[in-house]
């Protein structure tokens, strides 16, 4: 069975950062797209980056410039770096695969402006 364990969410300032991390099982990770979504507050869950098998990004207008993804292969892992993080990042952070599997818990990141 895939899962996905997401963490490194937390409590930020506006202009700080955060590094997210997945650690996904289960699966051959290497040759699946995956991708971050967020849920923010009342809102539903929209996808805001993705990096392919062969490690080609997209990065939604809103995070563009701030935000990085990233995947290492040998640890199961993708990771999503954000800077200048901004209080319209706040939410709940999945990981999952492109196209979306069961969910994980998600790892919540809260922007204070």
């Known amino acids: 069975q895939v899962q996905q364990v997401e963490s490194g969410g937390g409590l930020v300032q506006a202009g700080g950062s955060l590094r997210l991390s997945c650690a996904v099982s289960?699966?051959?990770?290497?040759?699946?797209?995956m991708g971050w979504y967020r849920q923010a507050p009342g809102k539903q869950r929209k996808l805001v980056t993705t990096?392919?098998?062969?490690?080609?990004?997209y990065y939604a207008d809103s995070v563009k410039g701030r935000f990085t993804i990233s995947k290492d292969n040998a640890k199961n892992t993708v990771y999503l770096q954000m800077n200048n993080l901004k209080p319209e990042d706040t939410g709940v952070y999945y990981c999952?695969?492109?196209?979306?599997?069961?969910w994980g818990q998600g790892t919540q990141v809260t922007v204070s402006s």
């Open positions: 289960g699966s051959i990770f290497s040759i699946n797209d």
């Open positions: 999952n695969f492109i196209p979306s599997r069961a």
């Open positions: 990096i392919t098998s062969g490690t080609t990004t």
